[in-house]
């Protein structure tokens, strides 16, 4: 599949870095085919991490998710959901390569800035979550 689903987290939008991360996005050759913001309400949250249910940092997650706006996509691009992955870096900016979205702008584990589908099956869900089909055509 070429298209992916990704957040701007609420901590970026407060610190005033979605500007950036969307330009990154752009140079680095996604098409953003669908955007707008969001306010998460807490079962909106609970829902979309509801892999993560029973997990330690579960209620941690759900809080920070729905503490603020943040920015819901749908990005296009050849092998997008790697491409996107590996554009964002990994979930803990200590162990994020150089040049990544998370290594460069995100304080911890927790509040790291961008979120990104783990697979194509995974983003169609993801994609179907927050966006009518016709939107992301
Ligand atoms: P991912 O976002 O890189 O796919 P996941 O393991 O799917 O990482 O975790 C989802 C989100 O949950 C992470 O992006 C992060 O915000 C949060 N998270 C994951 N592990 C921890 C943790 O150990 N402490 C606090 N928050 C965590
Ligand atoms: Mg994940």
Same mark, same amino acid.
């Given at each position: ?42 079962? &909106?949250?609970? *829902?979309?991490?509801? =892999? %993560? ?48 979205i998370r290594r460069t702008f995100? &304080?911890?584990? *927790?509040?790291?800035? =961008? %979120? ?22």
């Amino acid at each position: 599949m070429n298209k992916t689903f990704a957040i701007i987290k609420p901590d970026a939008v407060e610190r005033g870095l979605a500007g950036k991360i969307l330009a990154l996005i752009e140079e680095n050759g996604f098409k953003i085919k669908a955007l707008r913001m969001a306010r998460l309400t807490e079962p &909106e949250a609970k *829902g979309f991490y509801a =892999v %993560h249910e029973g997990k330690p940092f579960f209620e941690e997650l759900v809080n920070f998710m729905t503490s603020g706006p943040c920015y819901v996509m749908c990005l296009e691009k050849d092998d997008a959901v790697a491409e996107w992955r590996k554009l964002m870096g990994a979930t803990n900016p200590q162990h994020a390569d150089a040049g990544t979205i998370r290594r460069t702008f995100a &304080e911890s584990t *927790g509040r790291n800035c =961008v %979120h990104g589908s783990d697979a194509d099956y995974t983003a169609q869900a993801e994609l179907a979550y927050f966006f009518r089909t016709f939107e992301t055509l």
